[in-house]
């Protein structure tokens, strides 16, 4: 089991910047990619961006240039800095982590950002 703690969402103007953090715990070692994916109601959810643990990054299209994800090995943590935030932006952000062993994917609760125009 992995457990995932999310931080870091709020209500900022447009043009400004948020970070996101998700710590996991458990059996952290079964993780090799880490990351973030956003939800609207009534929408499905939708990839922002992912990490491997060797540090290989992917992101969405629509967040290229703007958002920077990163982690952190020894704390078992990925970071989400956005940047540039447009209210196209508001959305529930949930962290997500896959076991290796399993192939099942983790998810925390989700933490609501709000950009505001």
């Known amino acids: 089991q992995v457990q995932l703690v999310e931080s870091g969402g709020g209500l900022v103007q447009a043009g400004g910047s948020l970070r996101l953090s998700c710590a996991a715990s458990?059996?952290?070692?079964?993780?090799?990619?880490m990351g973030w994916y956003r939800q609207d109601p009534g929408k499905q959810r939708d990839l922002v961006a992912t990490?491997?643990?060797?540090?290989?990054?992917n992101y969405a299209d629509s967040v290229k240039g703007r958002f920077t994800i990163s982690i952190d090995n020894a704390k078992n943590t990925v970071y989400l800095a956005m940047n540039s935030l447009k209210p196209g932006d508001t959305a529930v952000y949930y962290c997500?982590?896959?076991?290796?062993?399993?192939?099942?994917?983790?998810w925390g609760q989700g933490t609501q950002v709000t950009v505001s125009s």
């Open positions: 997500n982590v896959d076991d290796i062993l399993t192939n099942h994917n983790y």
């Open positions: 458990g059996n952290t070692f079964r993780i090799n990619t």
């Open positions: 990490i491997t643990r060797a540090g290989t990054a």
